[in-house]
């Protein structure tokens, strides 16, 4: 196939991340594939860049198998010493970190700067994971018997199946897969069918180190797979825990396999995220949050603004600075650096995008900014604001994956925060006021519903620090920092008697 990208002097960077025409979809020590070839195609032109050989079930089972395997070398490992292995996945990390971003624009299209910043996650979360491979573990407890102690025990689960969406194809998978393996957890990863190439460079980054440590590669398993490798993944009782990223819609099918067995899992799934603007907001902090988080990689983050709620004092004075906001936008490829806003990630996007237009109108909106596909090879839409819909319509309170803002205008800080809290999801929210009481009642417990509770900042641009996730429909799960870690490994609590009598619970004795 010719016309591959991978074939063009442009993008022979590509070679360095050790990709080529077809590559293999499976690694578990070794690479193969025995499944179907698909194609990866470039939303930023629609031409194919590269093909990836998937993953059969045949596969699928050969892979748990060895990872099972492997996990008996892994978790005899002491966690400083994982850690120590996890810190030198970063640093390969950091020295493909141009490369790989740039693969991110290419195959996802998320602009460059947000690519690269993508991988940075990865690394940062590595940097995490090192050190809380030191820290991790349980209290000594108080007991009330004599001669007794009381622990908490952490131990790993086991195998960790990670099942990533394509809006941050290196990020999530990162976040679990350190996490998971200071831990003491061993990890097989399905990548989006549509960013295969992705999970390739990212596991032959992963796999040499392993390698240099002589550690047996499905320690970091990958299987390419379209659904039927994550139903095998939902329904296998060898799975310890399942994380999954994606829509609400086959989130809630991947929860009731998972809880058919009585599993775990950990969901990170949609968003219909609000920013509330006040009569006392500083609106130079507003515009450009609104469009950060609006427009940033084109409405597709699970914690993209859709929902904008302004004070009517500040309705019309906020709307027309942000439509010229909007059509300032430097809208192009991706991999240039001067531009602000790239494609759709695929034709089917595109089509959701027409849709909710066309619903937003019906329903009463009118397009205020935008609304149309733009004129141009690939999946490009013209970010888009719509005013004028009730709080409760039906689009407002439906998650489209694109860059459509619905901007509503609110009276009270009461029905602001309701409206907030009426949709759904449970991911992200924010708002803008410089009053700190009303911080105080947004942050507690008739404030946000929501996961991710922000103020003065945007909805979207969390920090790996920070215990990631959302309520509700958005899944309950937590990933990334603060108490994350508990997620991948399960708690015994362990009573030691080192004295020579048995004083018995609430009092009984047998004589």
């Not at 990670?162 to 809006?167: D, K, L, S």
């Not at 531009?339 to 759709?344: E, F, I, R, S």
């Amino acid at each position: 196939m010719s016309s591959l990208l991978i074939n063009q002097p442009r993008y022979s960077w590509l070679k360095d991340l050790g990709l080529k025409e077809e590559n293999n979809g499976v690694y578990n020590g070794s690479w193969g594939g025995r499944g179907e070839v698909i194609v990866s195609y470039c939303p930023a032109n629609n031409e194919p860049i590269a093909k990836v050989r998937q993953a059969n079930l045949e596969d699928y089972e050969e892979t748990v198998k060895k990872a099972k395997e492997a996990w008996k070398i892994w978790a005899d490992i002491p966690a400083p010493k994982r850690g120590e292995v996890v810190r030198q996945i970063g640093d390969a990390l950091r020295k493909k970190i141009k490369v790989l971003g740039s693969l991110i624009s290419l195959e996802m299209g998320k602009i460059h700067v947000e690519g690269i910043g993508e991988v940075q996650e990865y690394v940062d979360i590595c940097d995490y994971a090192v050190g809380l491979s030191r820290m991790i573990g349980g209290p000594v407890l108080p007991s009330e018997r004599p001669g007794h102690a009381l622990i908490e025990q952490w131990n790993p689960l086991g195998l960790v199946g990670v099942i990533t969406a394509f809006n941050f194809p290196v990020a999530v998978y990162g976040w679990n897969n350190a996490l998971a393996l200071i831990c003491g957890n061993v990890c097989i990863w399905k990548g989006a069918p549509t960013t295969p190439l992705l999970s390739v460079a990212v596991t032959k980054i992963v796999s040499e180190v392993l390698e240099e440590n002589q550690l047996p590669g499905a320690i970091c398993s990958l299987t390419c797979g379209g659904a039927d490798i994550g139903t095998a993944l939902a329904k296998d009782e060898r799975i310890d825990l399942l994380s999954f990223t994606g829509s609400t819609q086959v989130g809630k099918k991947v929860a009731l396999m998972v809880q058919e067995r009585f599993g775990r899992k950990l969901l990170e799934l949609g968003g219909n995220n609000a920013i509330i603007v006040f009569e006392d907001a500083d609106l130079s902090l507003v515009i450009p949050s609104v469009v950060f988080a609006a427009v940033g990689t084109a409405g597709q983050r699970c914690t993209t603004t859709r929902r904008l709620l302004l004070h009517e004092s500040v309705h019309d004075e906020v709307v027309p600075k942000l439509i010229n906001a909007y059509k300032q936008l430097r809208i192009g490829d991706p991999l240039d650096g001067n531009t602000l806003y790239g494609p759709l990630h695929s034709k089917q996007s595109v089509e959701m995008y027409k849709a909710a237009v066309e619903q937003a109108k019906q329903q009463g909106g009118t397009i205020a900014c935008g609304g149309k596909v733009i004129d141009r090879p690939g999946n490009f839409v013209e970010p888009t604001i719509v005013t004028g819909l009730s709080h409760d319509a039906q689009i407002v309170h439906t998650e489209t994956f694109a860059p459509i803002l619905y901007v509503l205008k609110f009276k009270s800080e009461e029905e602001a925060f309701a409206w907030n809290n009426e949709v759904y999801q449970g991911l992200s929210s924010s708002i803008f006021t410089k009053d700190m009481g009303r911080v105080f009642r947004w942050l507690g417990p008739k404030g946000s519903d929501c996961g991710i509770v922000n103020v003065n900042i945007p909805t979207s641009g969390a920090e790996i620090g920070g215990a990631f996730g959302g309520e509700k429909h958005t899944g309950g799960g937590r990933e990334s920092g603060s108490d994350s870690w508990k997620h991948y490994m399960r708690r015994s609590t362990c009573t030691i008697n080192y004295s020579k009598d048995l004083p018995l619970a609430q009092g009984i004795k047998f004589e």
